[in-house]
């Protein structure tokens, strides 16, 4: 017999490609002396803001009368229509807010700028668990950047400020489980990605930048390690999107012919704003709260440079990933991160200019990165002087920045003097001599000045209809008769009649006719009549209601101004009660003879509606 040969010691192959090298793990002393830094740094770069007043849309962020209760702060969470934009973590950080110091706007922007210190913050520490070199400057760089400025000086964009701390949360969280698998990490991941969503939905881009990150280490994405874990984010981040778009268009009113675009020119809008946001972040000069609207044409063949520009910068990039993957990933992550601003979604603030600062608060960290990156890697034996040559200019540009978020009115005249066709500033800028003008008895000098503004407004726009509803007065004449009596134990009924006079509009500088195409002229006749019914068992009501013709225009949608023709509308509800009425169950009916009704309101055509409503009366 032959001797058995020994056996080979078997080779243990990676399962994986190599990562980055390993991190630091521990919070380490100078990781919180940066912290305290960041936000000294921070406080005294924004010290101009720190005592601003409320600007354009802070009163509809600051919490309102009927949501300053516990049950306003449910209204919040589960009414949808309770706030300008369902974003309940950020309205509710908001609501809390109130609680505390009420209207005192301190509170608000020194909260707003400890949430971006604290952002800066997280960038370091997540650059340093991936061994990304210039953790400090990065996030020195953000925190002081200026196009940052609008999102920590403005109150209202605590929605950026809280997103922000949310989002790198997650990411760093989710960073962790991807070391560990711990399911831990995961479930703090997606609970912070949520408040992440429901502070402001750009942040829904987080699933597609981890898998950016992941390509970058590993050179590869895998299918069941890195995509499949980030499928319920992706779920919830579209439909959250979906969401947000809808409230955007149904309820805010980004609809109308100034969203009418064709997908090619959503393209070229998408490539021009890719370049500008990028411009700015390189060299940050002339920024300013409303840009100028682009004249965006297909026709326009120079327009088509932009989008083409991206596509060889990606083509390139990608022949160059063999080299290094950074500059495609930071690339990748800036544009992707900006994706829900880039015009292929309608937000309403596209009626003033397609791009805004705020909207590239999040992306700038990819380019960010990219350069902190590149200067410590690059100038090592340099470093501090390079650090310090780009920090210190953009504080100071920063500061200088802040001083324009003072007040509105400070802010509206800086606007103007660098975008004068902003002609949302001349209707704002007239609203504020109006109240000013009320404040000190009508003012005739104050009123006159608010009516300059205004017509300027108009001179730029028009076919937009607030400088009408504030340069003048309507004044409207009618009456209404009614009467609602019980007429058995069971029945009841009702009958009202409304007559509106022909409104009389008094706007200087403008003739009648001119006026009245800018007014809604309300129905003349309406009349409504009806029975209803209500037993142990069973109820019911059976109305029908006429409406003459009616003239109304929107300010967003021409095509929906024009007159209302008349319409009747017969209508019937039948339902039964079980458990000494806890429980109901309902079949409403609207519309019943099916008629072409065209609402005076908002212009859509009614048809005829079938509802089944089924109730629980829990106490």
């Given at each position: 017999?032959?001797?058995?040969?020994?056996?080979?010691?078997?080779?243990?192959?990676?399962?994986?490609?190599?990562?980055?090298?390993?991190?630091?793990?521990?919070?380490?002393?100078?990781?919180?002396?940066?912290?305290?830094?960041?936000?000294?740094?921070?406080?005294?770069?924004?010290?101009?803001?720190?005592?601003?007043?409320?600007?354009?849309?802070?009163?509809?962020?600051?919490?309102?009368?009927?949501?300053?209760?516990?049950?306003?702060?449910?209204?919040?969470?589960?009414?949808?229509?309770?706030?300008?934009?369902?974003?309940?973590?950020?309205?509710?950080?908001?609501?809390?807010?109130?609680?505390?110091?009420?209207?005192?706007?301190?509170?608000?922007?020194?909260?707003?700028?400890?949430?971006?210190?604290?952002?800066?913050?997280?960038?370091?520490?997540?650059?340093?668990?991936?061994?990304?070199p210039g953790a400090a400057l990065a996030a020195m760089i953000f925190a002081v950047h200026p196009v940052g400025v609008e999102s920590v000086a403005w109150i209202t964009e605590l929605k950026n400020t809280l997103s922000g701390v949310c989002y790198l949360g997650a990411a760093l969280m989710y960073l962790?489980?991807?070391?560990?698998?711990?399911?831990?990490?995961?479930?703090?991941?997606?609970?912070?990605?949520?408040?992440?969503?429901?502070?402001?939905?750009?942040?829904?881009?987080?699933?597609?930048?981890?898998?950016?990150?992941?390509?970058?280490?590993?050179?590869?994405?895998?299918?069941?390690?890195?995509?499949?874990?980030?499928?319920?984010?992706?779920?919830?981040?579209?439909?959250?999107?979906?969401?947000?778009?809808?409230?955007?268009?149904?309820?805010?009113?980004?609809?109308?012919?100034?969203?009418?675009?064709?997908?090619?020119?959503?393209?070229?809008?998408?490539?021009?704003?890719?370049?500008?946001?990028?411009?700015?972040?390189?060299?940050?000069?002339?920024?300013?709260?409303?840009?100028?609207?682009?004249?965006?044409?297909?026709?326009?063949?120079?327009?088509?440079?932009?989008?083409?520009?991206?596509?060889?910068?990606?083509?390139?990039?990608?022949?160059?990933?063999?080299?290094?993957?950074?500059?495609?990933?930071?690339?990748?992550?800036?544009?992707?991160?900006?994706?829900?601003?880039?015009?292929?979604?309608?937000?309403?603030?596209?009626?003033?200019?397609?791009?805004?600062?705020?909207?590239?608060?999040?992306?700038?960290?990819?380019?960010?990165?990219?350069?902190?990156?590149?200067?410590?890697?690059?100038?090592?034996?340099?470093?501090?002087?390079?650090?310090?040559?780009?920090?210190?200019?953009?504080?100071?540009?920063?500061?200088?920045?802040?001083?324009?978020?003072?007040?509105?009115?400070?802010?509206?005249?800086?606007?103007?003097?660098?975008?004068?066709?902003?002609?949302?500033?001349?209707?704002?800028?007239?609203?504020?001599?109006?109240?000013?003008?009320?404040?000190?008895?009508?003012?005739?000098?104050?009123?006159?000045?608010?009516?300059?503004?205004?017509?300027?407004?108009?001179?730029?726009?028009?076919?937009?209809?607030?400088?009408?509803?504030?340069?003048?007065?309507?004044?409207?004449?009618?009456?209404?008769?009614?009467?609602?009596?019980?007429?058995?134990?069971?029945?009841?009924?009702?009958?009202?009649?409304?007559?509106?006079?022909?409104?009389?509009?008094?706007?200087?500088?403008?003739?009648?006719?001119?006026?009245?195409?800018?007014?809604?002229?309300?129905?003349?006749?309406?009349?409504?009549?009806?029975?209803?019914?209500?037993?142990?068992?069973?109820?019911?009501?059976?109305?029908?209601?006429?409406?003459?013709?009616?003239?109304?225009?929107?300010?967003?949608?021409?095509?929906?101004?024009?007159?209302?023709?008349?319409?009747?509308?017969?209508?019937?509800?039948?339902?039964?009660?079980?458990?000494?009425?806890?429980?109901?169950?309902?079949?409403?009916?609207?519309?019943?003879?099916?008629?072409?009704?065209?609402?005076?309101?908002?212009?859509?055509?009614?048809?005829?509606?079938?509802?089944?409503?089924?109730?629980?009366?829990?106490?």
């Open positions: 017999m032959s001797a058995k040969k020994p056996k080979r010691p078997r080779t243990v192959q990676p399962t994986q490609p190599r990562t980055a090298p390993a991190v630091r793990r521990s919070a380490s002393p100078q990781l919180w002396l940066l912290f305290a830094g960041l936000v000294l740094l921070t406080l005294a770069v924004y010290y101009p803001a720190w005592h601003g007043g409320l600007l354009w849309d802070d009163d509809a962020h600051i919490t309102r009368v009927d949501l300053r209760s516990l049950s306003g702060l449910w209204r919040i969470w589960f009414d949808v229509g309770a706030t300008q934009q369902y974003y309940p973590a950020a309205h509710s950080a908001f609501w809390v807010f109130y609680q505390i110091w009420g209207d005192n706007t301190l509170g608000y922007h020194l909260v707003n700028i400890v949430l971006h210190a604290s952002s800066a913050f997280l960038v370091a520490v997540i650059l340093r668990r991936l061994a990304i962790r489980f991807d070391e560990s698998r711990e399911r831990r990490w995961y479930a703090l991941s997606a609970g912070l990605f949520v408040l992440a969503l429901f502070s402001k939905t750009v942040t829904a881009t987080l699933p597609a930048a981890l898998l950016v990150i992941f390509w970058w280490q590993r050179g590869q994405i895998r299918w069941r390690e890195d995509v499949v874990p980030l499928l319920p984010m992706f779920v919830i981040g579209v439909f959250s999107g979906l969401l947000t778009a809808w409230v955007e268009r149904a309820q805010i009113g980004a609809d109308g012919p100034a969203f009418a675009f064709t997908f090619i020119e959503r393209c070229l809008i998408a490539g021009r704003a890719f370049w500008f946001y990028l411009g700015k972040l390189v060299w940050p000069t002339d920024l300013m709260f409303i840009y100028p609207r682009w004249q965006v044409s297909q026709q326009v063949a120079w327009q088509y440079a932009y989008p083409l520009a991206l596509v060889a910068l990606l083509a390139g990039l990608w022949w160059y990933r063999r080299r290094s993957r950074a500059p495609l990933a930071a690339v990748l992550f800036f544009a992707g991160t900006l994706f829900p601003a880039l015009g292929f979604v309608n937000v309403y603030p596209f009626i003033y200019s397609f791009v805004a600062d705020h909207f590239q608060y999040l992306a700038s960290l990819g380019i960010i990165v990219l350069i902190s990156a590149g200067v410590a890697t690059l100038a090592r034996q340099w470093q501090t002087a390079v650090s310090v040559a780009i920090v210190v200019p953009l504080a100071l540009l920063a500061t200088n920045q802040s001083r324009q978020y003072a007040d509105a009115e400070t802010l509206y005249r800086t606007t103007l003097a660098r975008n004068p066709s902003c002609w949302m500033a001349y209707v704002n800028l007239g609203k504020l001599r109006q109240e000013q003008a009320r404040a000190q008895a009508d003012d005739p000098r104050l009123l006159e000045e608010a009516a300059t503004d205004f017509r300027e407004a108009l001179r730029l726009e028009p076919s937009i209809s607030q400088p009408y509803n504030n340069l003048g007065t309507v004044v409207s004449k009618g009456f209404e008769l009614g009467v609602d009596r019980e007429l058995t134990d069971i029945f009841s009924g009702f009958m009202n009649y409304t007559f509106q006079a022909d409104p009389i509009p008094s706007f200087p500088g403008f003739t009648e006719e001119q006026a009245l195409k800018e007014i809604n002229i309300p129905s003349k006749h309406q009349f409504n009549a009806g029975v209803s019914w209500i037993t142990n068992r069973v109820y019911g009501t059976f109305s029908v209601t006429h409406a003459s013709e009616a003239f109304w225009q929107d300010v967003l949608d021409a095509r929906y101004s024009g007159t209302t023709p008349p319409y009747t509308s017969v209508n019937m509800t039948a339902g039964v009660k079980f458990q000494d009425g806890r429980y109901s169950l309902a079949l409403k009916i609207t519309n019943l003879g099916n008629q072409q009704i065209q609402q005076h309101i908002f212009g859509d055509i009614l048809k005829r509606s079938v509802v089944g409503e089924f109730k629980v009366r829990l106490k």
